[in-house]
């Protein structure tokens, strides 16, 4: 029996689920173009999901719904609350780029899909099952499929939606045949069961570690991380602009979600094992996010590398949460796990007006998408360079911008924990992250620095007619991550609470 409990638990996914259906229906009597009643029906249900998401946060209860399949607490509400906050952001940002290419011309597909996207993401959060998590990681990418191929009449776009789904069926493929594998080992579908059983030490470590290395090859790929990452430069370079916008910010807040709940919550006392892998897919994805990076010409290209390495740093936190030897292991996890919620957070928030920028600067018949494209844009738009150059710096780590206190955090989670193995990773952390500070300085050159080519000087007219909504919520998304970087203890502090509640 379902009581009143799970219910209330489940409130903001039944709103997501619903309005998803009523905007769907409703969009069919809009005549406008760029879909304004849409749009606002959407930027509403996403403000009312939101406020809901944060109070049920603030109150830091945890509830176990719907028989233990679903987990409502204070880590899985923040996440949803911040994913519900950059699809609004994103939403905002996309609109004026998907009117002006007829993607809103047949239909509102842009903002339906957003929404079910939006409720797969909430429900790969908030899964306590191995198959409720499945479900909502195919909802959100089935979403993606569709949306990546919205612009039917662009060829590179629907190429981009054909490796996505090819790639993200095999990796689906993978973490699916690993939750098998570990069903078949523990008895259980639930993560408290698995937990429990694995705990105990009857089961032969064999079928759990061959299960388990299937589903860290399902999470890397979400993640991007090499060598899953195959996906990830083609599908930013091919998607359309705004959808590339969309992929690559909340979806990564539910990587790092069904990460924590299948490996840290799930299968933990196998720390060990998972953490090994981990640290080669770190060590890799630094490597290859950074050096080959530095060599894109393309700005989404580049800003694909810039995920890659980005989501090196967020697994380096993820590894160092168990560690033999040291003496308060429970510290030791809540540094290293609200490390790494913090570094995802402020990776999103600053991905998000760098991605902005370029929307931004996009025409009809011109992407904005080539590094030489952005010559002299501070003499264009002196106030959307500065906004892409505080991005472009937090992105490389340098102070006092979020960026430099999210890969402070993971590196300080590296360090505590005193071993010479961490340390020696840490160090070479920051080695990685001087390569790649090349390809976003490089960009502030080219803004600051260098004049158009006399080819481009009439598309590169002045940012002057992006709408008011855009440049409002890009002047603000662009002051938080400065503001966040000379103020970051209340999100840490945040971040902090929320993992404490989770672990506990």
Known sequence: MIDNISWIAVYPEIILAVMGCVITLADLGVKSQRRTATYILTLLTLGVVAVMQAVYASNGNTVYAWNDMLVSDAMGNWLKCFATVAMMVTLVYARPYAADRGMLGNGGE?????????????????????????????????????????????????????????????????????????????????????????????????????????????????????????????????????????????????????????????????????????????????????????????????????????????????????????????????????????????????????????????RQGFEAEEIADFAGLNQRSPLYAGIMAICLFSLAGIPPLVGFYAKLAVLEALVATGQTFYIGLAVYAVLMSLIGAFFYLRLVKVMYFDAPSPALADMQQPVTTAPLDVRSVLTVNGFLVLLLGIFPGGLMALCADAIMRALH
């Open 110 to 362: 842009l903002f339906t899909l957003s929404l079910f996207s939006l409720l797969g993401i909430f429900v790969m959060i908030s899964g306590n099952n191995l198959l409720v998590i499945y479900l909502g990681l195919e909802l959100l990418t089935l979403s993606s499929y569709a949306l990546v191929a919205l612009r039917r009449d662009n060829e590179v776009a629907v190429e981009a939606a054909m490796k996505y789904f090819v790639l993200g069926a095999m990796a689906s493929g993978f973490l699916l045949y690993g939750m098998s594998m570990v069903y078949g080992a523990t008895g259980s579908l639930d993560i408290g069961g698995i937990f429990s059983a694995v705990d105990a030490g009857t089961i032969s470590p064999q079928i759990l570690v061959f299960g388990l290395v299937f589903i860290v090859a399902g999470l890397a790929f979400k993640l991007g991380a090499v060598p899953f990452h195959m996906w990830i430069p083609d599908v930013y370079h091919g998607a359309p602009t705004a959808i590339t916008l969309m992929i690559g910010g909340a979806p990564k807040l539910a990587a790092f979600a069904i990460v924590m709940r299948l490996l840290v919550d799930g299968l933990l006392p196998l720390a060990h094992d998972w953490q090994q892998m981990l640290a080669l897919l770190a060590i890799a994805s630094l490597l290859i996010g950074n050096v080959v990076g530095v060599v894109q010409t393309n700005v989404k290209r580049m800003l694909a590398y810039s995920t890659i390495s980005h989501m090196g740093f967020l697994l380096l936190g993820l590894m160092s949460g168990v560690v033999p030897g040291v003496t308060d292991a429970t510290a030791t996890a809540e540094n290293a796990y609200s490390a790494s919620m913090f570094y995802v957070v402020t990776y999103v928030l600053t991905a998000l007006p760098a991605f902005g920028v370029v929307v931004l600067l996009a």
